[in-house]
């Protein structure tokens, strides 16, 4: 039986809105403007101090690119120009690779749930969250003679994955000495980005910028990327938006309430279906279980 109801993922409306989103961040002064029924943010748009010219965006595509269809939803990402996609676990990344994917794939989760096999086998950027992470990926290199890219992740307030910000000095020298594992990016993740009034955000990007400080001050040689905004950090504050932005439900072109965005976003699942009933009602009258919807006029 062919039922009427139908979900249907728009690819061109899910390119569109990532187009938008990387010309959006392209733009230094994008931010306070857009910032809708958020209080104006009190600092300046001038783009962090050392900032890259342009932040890139890395695509988040976990939990099946949000129930959208993750082969088809990265592949289509990929060629509308996405140099980096996200996922939540190796088996997520393994799917994505299977579909076709060629650019980098982070994976932001826990390895420790994972069989780490499908980070070499496919090429995959493991996320560097404990002391044991950085020790069981380093003997997996080690093993397998060859060496791996890691993005370090650092809780600044979240309080779930990541090494504590306060704790950094003391825990990454043994993780920074892995010889087979290079720290190619430092990221966190907000709490509260689609909070206004919260003032955990500004912690967070305090201790944020202090943890970079950190990591550099124990010789990373080389330049250390940076990234930390979701789409509601990306939408608040220019200052959060460092050397990679990682929107996920911007790309499906919803914008998290309560924020609201001049960003020229379109849907990009819609649900449709056939009516099949239709019938009169005098005031008065309810409808179904519960009789929830009365109705006020014939
Ligand atoms: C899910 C996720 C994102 C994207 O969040 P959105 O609110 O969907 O933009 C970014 N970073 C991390 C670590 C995530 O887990």
């Not at 979900?7 to 961040?25: K, Y």
């Not at 733009?27 to 306070?32: D, G, I, L």
């Not at 994505?96 to 650019?103: E, N, P, Q």
Request: proline share 7%; glycine share 8%.
């Amino acid at each position: 039986m062919i039922r009427s109801t139908v979900a249907r993922v728009d690819l061109a409306a899910l390119q569109s809105n990532f187009r938008a989103i990387r010309a959006f961040v392209a733009e230094p002064t994008s931010s306070p403007r857009d910032v809708g029924r958020v209080p104006a943010p009190t600092h300046a748009a001038s783009p962090p101090a050392h900032a890259t010219a342009q932040p890139a965006v890395i695509a988040v595509v976990k939990a099946n690119a949000y129930g959208h269809g993750d082969g088809r939803v990265a592949v289509a990402l990929e060629q509308a120009g996405a140099t980096m996609l996200a996922c939540a676990d190796i088996e997520e990344g393994i799917v994505l690779r299977r579909a076709g994917v060629t650019v980098p794939i982070l994976v932001f989760g826990a390895l420790s749930v994972s069989d780490l096999d499908g980070l070499f086998e496919f090429a995959l950027t493991p996320t560097i969250s404990t002391p044991s992470a950085a020790r069981a990926v380093q003997a997996a290199a080690a093993a397998r003679k060859t060496s791996v890219g890691y993005h370090l992740k650092v809780d600044t307030g979240m309080n779930r994955l990541g090494f504590r910000h306060d704790n950094l000095r003391w825990m990454l020298p043994d993780v920074l000495s892995s010889p087979n594992l290079r720290l190619d990016a430092i990221y966190t993740h907000f709490a509260t980005a689609d909070d206004p009034e919260h003032a955990l955000f500004g912690e967070q990007r305090v201790r944020f910028e202090e943890a970079v400080r950190t990591v550099q001050a124990l010789g990373i040689p080389k330049t250390l990327l940076r990234h930390t905004a979701n789409s509601a950090a990306l939408l608040r504050d220019s200052r959060v938006w460092y050397d990679f932005v990682r929107p996920g439900l911007l790309l499906f072109g919803i914008v998290p309430p309560p924020l609201a965005s001049t960003l020229d976003l379109q849907p990009v699942m819609s649900l449709t279906s056939r009516v099949v009933a239709v019938k009169g009602l005098r005031p008065g009258e309810s409808v179904g279980y519960g009789g929830r919807f009365r109705a006020d006029a014939p």
